[in-house]
């Protein structure tokens, strides 16, 4: 079973469609682990980010993800990283196919609704980063 973390973004926030976006997850058979509000900070943003943290957008892309609080969840399945990965679309809304996240609720690169995990290595990270062993249910 493979692990992977979604967040839902304040622009995801701001819209409303905490609800329907996780009902998109449930219905592709993925399942809930954990999920918490979590407010970001630039020490974790500036881990979370560390391969961004030399572009242009770093500092726009941080006081984003800082300007609400975000929905933080890990969902458990079979293939569930690429699952979530093809049910969010690509970082582009504009690039995202219909029926997807990003390209049903996305605007553009900065404002793309969800982040979710990019491989097994990046999940289990960002799982450590967000939750403790025993919130893992
Ligand atoms: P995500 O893939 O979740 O993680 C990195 C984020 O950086 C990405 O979503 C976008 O929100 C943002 N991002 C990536 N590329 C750009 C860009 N060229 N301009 C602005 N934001 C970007």
């Known amino acids: 079973m493979e692990q992977t973390v979604v967040l839902i973004k ?8 905490v ?4 009902d998109r ?3 592709a058979g993925l399942v809930i682990k954990n999920l918490k509000l ?4 630039q020490e974790i943003l500036d881990v979370w980010y560390a391969h961004h943290k030399d572009k242009p957008f770093f500092p726009e892309l941080s006081a984003q993800m800082m ?8 969902l458990e399945g079979d293939g569930a990283i690429q699952k979530v990965f093809d049910i969010c679309g690509p970082t582009d809304p504009q690039e995202a196919v219909a029926g997807t996240i990003r390209k049903d609720y996305g605007v553009d690169k900065p404002h793309n609704v969800v982040h979710r995990s990019d491989s097994v290595e990046a999940a ?3 799982i450590g980063w967000i939750f ?6």
Do not use: C, N, W
């Open 10 to 17: 304040p622009d995801g926030m701001e819209k409303h469609v």
């Open 19 to 22: 609800g329907q976006i996780i």
């Open 25 to 27: 997850f449930e219905r």
């Open 38 to 41: 979590v407010q970001l900070t």
């Open 67 to 74: 300007s609400t609080s975000v929905v933080a969840m890990v």
């Open 124 to 126: 289990q990270k960002e």
């Open 132 to 137: 403790k062993p025993e919130e893992l249910y």
